[in-house]
């Protein structure tokens, strides 16, 4: 658990330095793999609609990639917290087991935007997009709120049960 | 006082939680007087931008000169909007991988030197976006960027992130020989 939120933490931290060094390098790649793909992205050889379209695919990559810093930096540190939470508060072992393994795969909640950030330029952007809010964020992100509102009920019968 | 025990978190030392928390209040004094001054700000710098005009290539035509400001400026809220968003989010890493070096680190050197990078970097970095917006008016945007890049982006932010992943390298050694 606290290797996935460290690793999370120094990904996001990364992911922020590299975007903003290599900005021009990013957009050149994302631009050319959209330009690759015409069928998959919709592309009808009209330069006007085209480019709107590469932008727009180009754009949602840089969202993907900026979710990514700034849902690492934030969500990692809260879960780490949490965590400890669970470890200091929550008495029985396969209660604390179930949501220790809950917080840990809602750490991993900021990757899910890296798979974001290449799925929408090999699958297309709403194709992309919709796979892996499917597929990814909403489980990820389910096991973190899952795991926020138990601790929060864990914490709450605690606090109304003898001392 | 609290025990060398793997299953209780150490606290770092108070100089790291008293930089963090610093951080974290000096983002909310910016993000407040963003709010409360904004007018004030955007006016004082417009004014320095009028006042330069060869750094920020106005001409005196207002046609083309608005759309400068009105990049200079966005540009100029951008910077305290990042500072912001990364010292309140920088305050809240530094406590969480200091507390996890403090505890998790065995080696006394290594553990100093990743609290010393991740605290003296993760609370430089932030302020090179103050410095950014602050320079805007009187260097330019480029130039600005520029010199907040080379005076605390690149070092600060650099510190910053070897101690982040020297911190990685060491919980997964823990992890490996666990």
């Known amino acids: 658990m606290v290797f996935v939120a460290v690793f999370v933490i120094a990904l996001g931290a990364t992911t922020g330095a590299l975007m903003s060094l290599l900005r021009p390098q990013i957009e050149r790649y994302a631009q050319a793999r959209v330009i690759a793909r015409p069928a998959i992205h919709g592309l009808a050889g009209s330069a006007e609609y085209d480019a709107e379209v590469v932008a727009r695919t180009t754009f949602a990559t840089e969202a993907g990639l900026s979710f990514l810093h700034t849902h690492a930096e934030g969500l990692a540190p809260l879960v780490l917290l949490a965590a400890s939470l669970v470890a200091t508060f929550v008495g029985p072992a396969p209660a604390r087991a179930c949501l220790q393994a809950l917080f840990a795969l809602g750490c991993l909640f900021p990757l899910a935007y890296l798979v974001y950030a290449l799925a929408v330029l090999e699958l297309g952007r709403d194709a992309g997009i919709e796979l892996v809010e499917r597929a990814i964020l909403t489980p990820l992100g389910g096991a973190a709120i899952l795991g926020f509102a138990a601790l929060a009920i864990a914490l709450a019968l605690r606090r109304r049960g003898p001392a | ?178």
Do not use: Q
């Not at chain 2, 025990?5 to 000096?26: E, F, N, Q």
């Not at chain 2, 951008?78 to 309140?88: C, D, S, T, V």
């Open chain 2, 1 to 178: 006082m609290t025990p060398a025990d793997d299953s209780t978190w150490r606290l770092p030392p108070i100089a790291v939680l008293l930089a963090a928390v610093l951080l974290v209040a000096c983002a909310e004094i910016g993000g407040a007087s963003m709010a409360r001054f904004k007018l004030e700000l955007a006016r004082w710098a417009r004014g320095a931008m009028l006042a330069r005009p060869a750094v920020h290539g106005l001409v005196g035509v207002r046609d083309v000169d608005e759309p400068i400001l009105d990049e200079a400026l966005v540009k100029f809220d951008a910077g305290l909007r990042l500072f912001h968003m990364h010292a309140e989010g920088m305050g809240a890493v530094i406590v969480t991988t200091t507390l996890v070096a403090t505890t998790l680190v065995r080696g006394a050197g290594a553990r100093r030197l990743i609290v010393a990078l991740i605290t003296v970097g993760g609370a430089g970095y932030p302020l090179g976006y103050l410095l950014w917006s602050a320079l805007i008016p009187r260097l330019g945007v480029e130039s600005a960027k520029n010199t907040a890049e080379w005076l605390v982006w690149a070092p600060f932010g650099g510190a910053a992130l070897v101690g982040l992943w020297m911190l990685t390298g060491a919980v997964a050694m823990r992890l490996v020989r666990r």
